[in-house]
């Protein structure tokens, strides 16, 4: 049963554009939500979090919102860059616990 | 420079014969874990270690263990491998169990298992 789910699994963009990755999770008890992004044949980069307290969290050009009723977050990424496109990974652990369960990714591409 | 290094990069192996994959840290980072990445079903905690000598199951530890005798390393081993790991590994620190939400991850493994 997958906990953390990413319904699309790719996206494109023009540049300059917005990009909005989504995704839903299933279990109430997590609290803290993560954003990785990963570029072919390297390690998983961290780009992002957002704890349960909060419903928005900025960082430059990527912007993490979290709707808690609905059990959804999205990434936003204003404006898209070519350098942007890779592979996004949702995230998200459950208080008390150091156990993180990721979603299955999109892969995003800028369009020049 | 910082940095989590695996060894080693790729790795193509026989069913049953036992194996290690060592990760090792520079950065004296508490948290370490190992994480697999499979098509369709993105990355999935295998274990995971809070300090040394202290480590817990992520969510699929079957046909997996990990030891952490020191702070530095934290290496994976595959008992007796069987197809159904063949994936591409990844290990990954963090400074402490608290700021484990932002992981630094090493190149990644690649095993496959005939």
């Known amino acids: 049963d997958q906990q953390v789910k990413q319904n699309s699994p790719s996206l494109s963009v023009q540049e300059g554009r917005i990009s909005i990755l989504n995704c839903d999770y299933t279990?109430?008890?997590?609290?803290?939500f993560l954003w990785y992004k990963k570029y072919p044949a390297e390690g998983p980069t961290f780009l992002i979090s957002i704890s349960s307290i909060k419903d928005k969290n900025e960082d430059g050009r990527f912007t993490v919102f979290l709707n808690k009723s609905a059990k959804h977050l999205s990434l936003h990424i204003v404006p898209s860059q070519p350098g942007d496109s890779a592979v996004y990974f949702c995230?998200?652990?459950?208080?008390?616990?150091?156990?993180?369960?990721f979603g299955t990714g999109t892969r995003l591409k800028v369009l020049a | 420079e910082a940095q989590v290094t695996q060894n080693p990069r790729y790795l193509i192996t026989v069913t049953g014969k036992k194996l290690t994959v060592t990760c090792s840290q520079n950065?004296?980072?508490?948290?370490m874990s190992w994480y697999r990445q499979d098509p369709g079903l993105g990355l999935r905690q295998i274990y995971y270690s809070m300090n040394v000598e202290v480590t817990d199951k992520g969510d699929v530890p079957e046909g997996y263990k990990v030891s952490r005798k020191e702070k530095r390393n934290f290496p994976l081993i595959l008992e007796s491998p069987s197809p159904n790991q063949t994936s591409l590994y990844f290990c990954?620190?963090?400074?402490?169990?608290?700021?484990?939400?932002?992981?630094?991850f090493g190149p990644g493994t690649r095993l496959t298992v005939t």
């Open positions: 990954a620190s963090s400074p402490t169990s608290a700021t484990a939400y932002e992981q630094y």
């Open positions: 279990n109430s008890m997590f609290d803290y």
């Open positions: 995230a998200a652990s459950g208080s008390g616990t150091y156990k993180y369960i």
């Open positions: 950065m004296n980072h508490e948290y």
